[in-house]
């Protein structure tokens, strides 16, 4: 009996080690988003928008909303929709499948409609910079995505998620017209 209780312990303090270790990364993750996001607003300095810096209309509108620090609000929204990594789970959500088709989908429309609006005001040179980081985003995302699918891991699914937020935060929307 002091084995199988021994045992039990040791499975339990392994599942902990691995939620808590689950966890940081995860933490980790929306520190790191909240970085992505206050350089795609400009606030590491240059001028916005820009190549590196193309203010994601989804974090403006966050912003304009007056959400103070929108980047901040933008990584909380990471944490609780990936709340699932926090515990460990590998295993990708059908609404993160979703969200990746929904915004591939937005975004090719952004882009189609705002173009020649955006050549106007930003030029050739960067809707197609953004556009192309935009199809990379997109494609590393479903690739992650259809591997997980057919072997979960945490990792990818971190890599995933955090891929498919920091895509909505940078070039999946960037600031197209007027500055």
């Known amino acids: 009996m002091t084995n199988s209780v021994g045992v039990a312990n040791h499975e339990l303090t392994t599942t902990a080690s691995v ?6 990364a995860s933490v980790l993750a929306a520190l790191a988003l909240l970085l992505v ?6 606030l590491f300095g240059g001028s916005a928008p820009s190549l590196l810096s193309p203010i994601s209309f989804i974090l403006g509108a966050i912003a304009v909303l007056s959400v103070p620090g929108a980047p901040i609000a933008f990584g909380l929204i990471f944490v609780v929709w990936s709340s699932q990594l926090l515990r460990g789970r590998a295993r990708v959500p059908k609404r993160t499948l979703f969200l990746w088709v929904a915004t591939l989908i937005l975004s090719t429309a952004w882009f189609c409609v705002g173009w020649e609006v955006g050549r106007e005001f930003q030029g050739n040179k960067y809707l197609a910079m953004c ?6 985003f997109a494609l590393a995302v479903g ?11 945490f990792l990818l699914s971190l890599g ?5 937020f920091a895509w909505i935060a940078t070039y999946a929307f960037p600031w197209i017209g007027e500055s």
């Open 19 to 24: 939620n808590w270790r689950c966890s940081l």
């Open 37 to 42: 996001g206050w350089q795609s607003m400009g």
């Open 131 to 136: 556009a192309l980081a935009s199809c990379g």
């Open 143 to 153: 690739c992650a995505l259809l591997i997980n699918l057919r072997r979960p891991s």
């Open 160 to 164: 995933a998620h955090f891929l498919l």
